[in-house]
C-alpha cells in the first residue's frame, strides 16, 4: 500500500476560479478526513466521511466548499469561486475504523490564489 | 468539545540531547486517544505515538516517549538523542467518541549541531 495519495500537490489559481482536489486513502480504511492547514496554524478540521457518508462539517466549511466521496473510495474536494484567505495546505487522512488510531496523512496540497 | 494547548511555539535542543515537548489537552469524553505528529518542512504529517487514555502504561516508539500525566491533563513527548532530521513542527492531537482528531498549533523544534 502506498498510503495516502493527494493530488495535485500544488495549485495556484486566479481568486474566483474552481479548484477541485484528490484524494485516495489507504485502501482498506473505510474514514477519510478533509483538513485546512494555514501558516503557523495546526490543522483545522473540515470534514468526515464514513464510507461514502458525510458524517460531519465544520462551520469552516462555507457554502463556497463541497465535499464528496461517491463510492467510499477516493474523495474530491471543491472550492468555487475562491478566494485569497483559501489559500493554505489541504490535508486529507484516512483511518479504519478497525483501530481507534492510525490516522495517515497525505502529503497534502497546497493552495495559492492570486 | 476537545481542545488542545501547545504553549512552546518554538524550542532549541543541542543534538544527542533529550528535549520535552508540552501538551495539555481539555475533553469531555471519559475515552479518548492522545497523538503525536511531526511535520517537517516537505508537509506531511507523519505519526509518532499514540496514548489511549485507559492505557495504564506511558506508550513509547523507539526515541519518542509520552509522559501521560491524567489528572493533570498532559501528554507531554520527550525525544531522546535529537537528531538533526527531528528538527521539524510537532504537533499534539485529541481524538474522543468522535473520531475526528483535534490538534493543537504546535512546536517548532531545531536541533542545533
Not at chain 2, 488542545?4 to 495539555?24: H, N, R, S, W, Y
Not at chain 2, 469524553?29 to 496514548?51: H, R, T
Not at chain 2, 489528572?71 to 507531554?76: L, T, V
Not at chain 2, 492531537?93 to 549541531?113: D, E, Q
Amino acid at each position: 500500500d502506498t498510503g495516502v495519495s493527494q493530488d495535485p500537490r500544488h495549485k495556484i489559481t486566479k481568486r474566483g476560479q474552481n479548484v477541485t482536489f484528490r484524494c485516495d486513502p489507504i485502501s482498506e480504511h473505510n474514514r477519510l478526513y478533509w483538513y485546512r492547514q494555514t501558516l503557523g496554524q495546526g490543522p483545522e478540521f473540515l470534514t468526515y466521511f464514513q464510507n461514502e457518508a458525510q458524517l460531519e462539517k465544520s462551520r469552516l466549511l462555507s457554502d463556497r466548499f463541497s465535499a464528496e466521496r461517491p463510492k467510499g473510495s477516493f474523495s474530491t474536494l471543491e472550492i468555487q469561486r475562491t478566494e485569497q484567505g483559501d489559500s493554505a495546505m489541504y490535508l486529507c487522512a484516512s483511518s479504519s475504523d478497525r483501530k481507534d488510531y492510525g490516522y495517515t496523512f497525505g502529503s497534502g496540497t497546497r493552495l495559492t490564489v492570486v | 468539545a476537545q481542545k488542545i494547548t501547545q504553549t512552546q511555539p518554538g524550542m532549541f535542543v543541542q543534538e544527542k540531547e533529550a528535549v520535552t515537548l508540552d501538551c495539555t489537552y481539555d475533553t469531555s469524553d471519559p475515552s479518548y486517544g492522545l497523538f503525536w505528529y511531526k511535520q517537517p518542512s516537505s508537509g506531511e504529517m507523519i505519526f509518532l505515538i499514540y496514548q489511549g487514555s485507559y492505557d495504564q502504561q506511558n506508550a513509547t516508539e523507539g526515541r519518542y516517549s509520552l509522559n501521560f500525566q491524567k489528572a493533570r491533563k498532559s501528554a507531554n513527548l520527550v525525544i531522546s538523542a535529537s537528531q538533526l532530521g527531528d528538527s521539524a513542527m510537532y504537533f499534539c492531537a485529541i481524538t474522543g467518541g468522535s473520531y475526528i482528531p483535534t490538534f493543537g498549533r504546535g512546536t517548532s523544534l531545531i536541533v542545533h549541531p
